[in-house]
Structures are given as C-alpha cells and as structure tokens.
C-alpha cells in the first residue's frame, strides 16, 4: 500500500461534472489500496472573483490590516472546493474528511499573500488515513503562530500538495493540471511544442522560475529539497483510465540525470510577459549602493530577478533590476519617496511593457556556444536584447514584450525542440 497525494487545479475543479470526474479518479486509486491525500485548487476563476470583489472595496493605501483581509477572504474558495469533493467522494461510497489548512495545521510565516510554510502537523491526517478514509486538504493556505489565515500566494496549492508529501513522506505527488505534461514551449504559441516523457528537477526549477505555467516555483524548490517524486498528468483523460497506465503518463520529474539527458542541449524555452524592469539613473558608485536600493525593495517584500550595474563613468552608475509587474507601481513609488533622495541619485524611470524569455537545459553544461546561439537568432528576427542573466544550465534575455511569440517561435525552431532525442 502506497500513500500517493493527489492535487487537483482549479480548471479540474471548474464545475460540479468536473469535481465528480475527480471524484471518481481519486475513489479508483483508494480502492487499488492505496492511502489518498487530495489538495484541491479552489475552482477556475474563484479567487480572481473574490479578489475582484476587494478591489472594489479597497483602501486608497493598502494595509497590512487589509492584506489579512486579502487572505481571509482568499482561503474560502479552497475550502469550498474541498468540502464539495469531501461530498462528491462520499456519494461514490468513499469515507472522505476535508480539512481546512489551519485544522491541519499548517504552520506559516505571517506574510500575508506571500507566507512560508514553516511546518505540518501531519498527525490528524495519519489517524484518518488508517481509519481508511480519504483526506482532502485545502491547498494555497496555512495560520501563523498568531492564527491569523494565510495564503501561500498564487499557485500556492502546487505547494501544499508538494509539501504536504514531503511532511508525509508520500510515495509520489502527482500533479493533475489541464495539459498531459510538460512541454518544450508553450503549445499556444509553438503548436510544434513537444511533450517530455522526463525532465530533470533542475531543469523544472528553472523553467518554473522562469515563467513556465506548469508548476509553481516554490512546489519544485520543496520537491528538490525533499526529494519528492512528482509527476504532472492531466486530469482530463477518462477517470476509468488503467492505473498503471496513468501513473506512467504525462512528465516524471526526475532527481537522476542520465546520458540521453546530454543529447539535448536546449531542453525548453520558457517566457514570462509578468515582468516590469526599473532602473535607477545616476547612482553615487560607491561601496553598499546594490545593498541601499535592493534592501529597500526586499523589506517591502518584493523580489528582484535579473539585475544589472553599469560601468561607472565620472562616478556615477545606472541600477537596474526586473520585478513582477504587479509589484511595479509599488516598487517605483518606493524607489521615488525614499530610495532616491537618501541615495543623491538623478532618477528612476521604468518599463512595464517587457517580456523575459529562457532557454534551459543541463546539456548546456557540456556544451559551448548555446547563448552565443540564441544571440545570433534573436538578432536575424531584429529582436533587440535588454538585459542578459545566466546560470549553469540557462540563459535568459530580456526584451520588448511585442516580440515575445516570434522569439519563442524562432528560438525553438533553432534548437530543433519539435524533434525528439533519440
């Protein structure tokens, strides 16, 4: 007997058909005899509802008061997903119990939008699996050491379920989403896109990172840290469908790298059109200056992803660094009444209409003139670079976001990623 958690997305969850589908997927893996943890999303559009309905209501100057509200109200379509499944289960003649993530409890920080999860307590989960029930826990939140609600932050239910196993030490996490697998691209954009029956933890993290849609960022650093063996597979093939057929399907994220895993030089190609980039014009160059600004922006809780300091030229320097561009007006605004003027700094301008696209891929290792490559092919589309970050197994350009789709198109035909490893 294996102790498998399941997590369902909210397009899994999106209707009372759906969430009986689901039912049905997770009554059959019980009945094979295995223990079930189910984390479901909250169902397709619930959350862009409620948060829509605080906008409306919204302070001028949002709060830490009014950001607890945020997660307050955030973690009940969680719970409503999750107490309908827990009723969905029960009419297949499966005992089932949902728990709401503070009933767990799960433990976090006390960011609101945005907390960690700092421990599980998995002992009321472990009573009811041995008495042969079906667990559901709601995914995308938590309680701080105060019990205050907390949610874990958009895709946040990736997360839990992946964190969850990793307290429970599961068997497997498989990850049920609205696409079969993982993709060299997006498919929308590349119909040419292929499936990958593997890909590598490392090469997941980056791509996560890096604006792939398939799983949320913080889920793959918990598998990775925990080694928890995960796969993504859609939830959208028959319920009915073999076991052990639908445990072999959609993409394995594997912690072991193999040869055929060489062959392939460029694995995928990932982009994000969230990103906004700031720069900070005439910085003092001196010792502490990267310090002053980005401390600034990280005690407010925004993080910072590609970063770079020009050449000082008559002691001066230009700053400049991308955020999510939800974070960009909050960030400029922050730069403008306190960053600048303690820093003697000339200006700070920005650019919310720009996109980051990726290459990844852990042949790249081994291999010599990938990112010169990738230059060479942005430039012959005359799509002009912004900015340039790498790492061992990656590289990523910022450019103009209105060249996003060409760039992945092009880019993908380069590295010949329509065309399966031998």
């Known amino acids: 007997m294996a102790l498998i958690v399941h997590k369902y997305g909210g397009t899994s969850m999106g209707s009372p058909e759906r969430i009986r589908n689901v039912a049905k997927r997770v009554a059959k893996w019980a009945r094979a005899g ?27 100057r949002a709060t830490e008061a009014y950001y607890r509200e945020l997660d307050m109200l955030a973690a009940t379509g969680e719970q409503a997903s999750s107490a309908l499944l827990a009723i969905a289960l029960q009419a297949e003649n499966m005992e089932s119990v949902s728990y709401a993530g503070w009933q767990v409890p799960i433990r976090t920080d006390s960011s609101y939008t945005k907390a960690r999860i700092e421990s599980i307590d998995d002992q009321r989960v472990r009573a009811d699996l041995a008495a042969g029930k079906v667990v559901i826990v709601t995914g995308f939140q938590g309680m701080d050491d105060e019990g205050n609600i907390t949610t874990l932050g958009r895709g946040g239910s990736d997360t839990s379920a992946v964190a969850v196993a990793a307290a429970m030490k599961a068997d497997e996490c498989l990850i049920y989403t609205d696409v079969d697998g993982v993709y060299t691209t997006d498919p929308r954009v590349v119909p040419e896109a292929r499936r990958l029956l593997t890909v590598s933890f490392e090469e997941m993290l980056e791509m996560a990172s890096l604006g792939s849609k398939v799983l949320q960022i913080r889920s793959v650093e918990f598998a990775g840290k925990y080694k928890v063996p995960m796969r993504v597979l859609s939830s959208f093939t028959p319920w009915d469908i073999d076991i052990h057929e639908e445990a072999k399907s959609g993409t394995l994220i594997t912690f072991e790298e193999d040869e055929k895993m060489e062959q392939a030089v460029v694995s995928g190609i990932a982009f994000n059109r969230d990103e906004a980039k700031i720069s900070v014009l005439g910085v003092p160059d001196k010792p502490g200056i990267a310090f002053q600004i980005l401390g600034a922006v990280a005690d407010a809780n925004i993080e910072v992803d590609v970063i770079i300091q020009n050449v000082s030229k008559d002691g001066k320097t230009d700053f400049s660094f991308t ?100």
């Open 34 to 60: 295995h223990q079930m943890v189910v984390v479901p999303s909250a169902m397709s559009g619930e959350t862009n509802r409620l948060l829509g309905l605080a906008k409306e209501l919204a302070p001028s």
């Open 323 to 422: 955020v999510n561009r939800g974070d960009y007006a909050r960030t400029m605004e922050l730069l403008k009444e306190k960053v600048v003027p303690e820093l003697g700094a000339q200006e700070v301008v920005g650019d919310a209409k720009i996109a980051k696209v990726s290459i990844v891929g852990i042949g790249m290792r081994s291999h010599v003139g990938v990112a010169s490559k990738m230059f060479r092919t942005l430039s012959e589309e005359g799509i002009n670079i912004q900015m340039i970050s790498t790492s061992e197994i990656k590289t990523s350009v910022v450019i103009d976001e209105k060249y996003v789709e060409l760039a992945v198109r092009c880019l993908h035909k380069a590295f010949a990623l329509d065309q399966a490893v031998a």
